[in-house]
């Protein structure tokens, strides 16, 4: 989801509107504990004592050894590139949120487009060979929806043309594949805590490290550059996460298994009954051995009685929110449309799924009348 789409909070306002998503809040009377820790100790930033515990939690929660936490995922992707010394050109999807192409740009990279699979809507590894230059030097693919990529040929092109690879896992938290979690491939992973995410600390992020010495250098990276108060050894910036970011997430792990289970059966619910809707098509898992049901993405396809954007006003004009991730491509935008790889013709696959997909409201309070409510709607203008 858009880190820049609004994000829905508590109103005295009836609003009898469904969202796309809504962050998932353990209970207040919980997180009451921690705000006293921290205003006892006074330490609001700077590897603080819940900073610490947050990223030891999440290494073994995600079964991975090495993780540093950011204040978001942008500045993490920012800083990832930053930590391989990334240069020249890096292949990546236009099927994504802006964050993933606008990283490469900020570290003065030029982004190269490569189309999508049709099943998946993922990076297509047999579409990556033909985009490799001399300029070529990684590839940034993308977990849409948190449906893991091709990691296998990826990494066999990386290794062929000694490339390396940075998985945007924004959507990935918690996924598996069949030899444990996905965010242990390519050189690193990235992850977004944001409000929208299935695990979220407000806003936050992470980097997933192969060891110790490489998150020593990004943790030197995110904080000036910083060793100590007289040693500077890189050119860093500020992207720690604060403390009071770090002890919700603490909270949060507390209840994400809970959060989702209830996604799985929203999940669940969504395909039984939209199984039958002509013309409407569920985008089918990747072969993750675990799925974190981070979106619910239909393809709105041409034997449906409306076109997708019909089906969006639809769904607006009863109250439901539905959102079009990802539309327009990130190719589309004007910073990035001049570039001979942003060219549709070059793109169909990505560029369909543009123009057919339309992501139905999930999130683990989501009530099962709610989505019987949706379905109803899609199934009768069928």
């Known amino acids: 989801m858009s880190a820049s789409a609004p994000i829905r909070v508590v109103s005295t306002e009836p609003d009898e509107r469904i969202f796309v998503t809504q962050p998932h809040m ?7 504990p921690y705000l006293e820790k921290i205003w006892e100790s006074k330490v609001l930033t700077n590897r603080g004592p819940f900073h610490r515990q947050l990223e030891t939690a999440l290494c073994e929660y995600l079964g991975v ?7 978001n995922g942008t500045l993490a992707l920012v800083t990832a590139l930053q930590a391989l010394r990334i240069t020249g050109e890096v292949i990546t999807t236009p099927y994504s949120f802006v964050a993933t192409a606008h990283s490469l740009l900020w570290n003065g990279i030029k982004p190269v487009f490569v189309d999508v699979d049709p099943h998946t809507l993922n990076l297509d590894p047999k579409k990556i060979e033909a985009a490799i230059t001399p300029q070529t030097t990684a590839i940034m693919p993308v977990h849409c929806y948190g449906h893991p990529c091709d990691v296998d040929a990826i990494r066999a092109i990386a290794d062929n043309y000694n490339l390396r690879v940075i998985y945007d896992a924004a959507h990935a938290f918690g996924v598996r594949g069949q030899e444990g979690s996905i965010l242990r491939h390519g050189d690193l992973s990235v ?57 919700f997430g603490l909270l949060q792990l507390r209840h994400v298994d809970e959060a989702l289970a209830q996604r799985k059966a929203i999940d669940a619910l969504y395909r039984e009954r ?26 709105v396809e041409n034997e449906y009685s409306l076109e997708r954007d019909a089906l969006f006003e639809k769904l607006r004009e009863h109250g439901i929110v539905a959102r079009r991730y990802f539309y327009p491509l990130i190719s589309d935008f004007p910073m990035y449309r001049g570039l001979p790889s942003a060219n549709r013709e070059n793109l169909p696959v990505a560029t369909d799924a543009a123009r057919r997909v339309l992501c139905l409201p999930i999130y683990p309070s989501l009530a099962h009348e709610q989505v019987e409510r949706i379905v109803d709607i899609i199934a009768q203008a069928a």
Do not use: W
């Open 26 to 32: 353990a209970p207040l009377d919980e997180f009451i």
């Open 65 to 71: 050894d090495h993780l540093a936490l950011f204040t």
């Open 191 to 247: 992850l977004s805590f944001h409000a929208t995410k299935v695990f979220n600390t407000f806003e936050g992020g992470a980097i997933i490290c192969p060891d110790a010495k490489t998150k020593q250098h990004i943790d030197h990276l995110k904080n000036f550059g910083y060793v100590d108060e007289v040693t500077v050894v890189a050119p860093g910036i500020n992207s720690k996460m604060s403390e009071i970011n770090a002890a």
């Open 274 to 299: 939209l199984a039958h809707v002509r013309g409407i098509r569920c985008l089918a898992d990747a072969g993750e051995a675990v799925a974190n049901y981070a979106y619910f993405p239909i393809l």
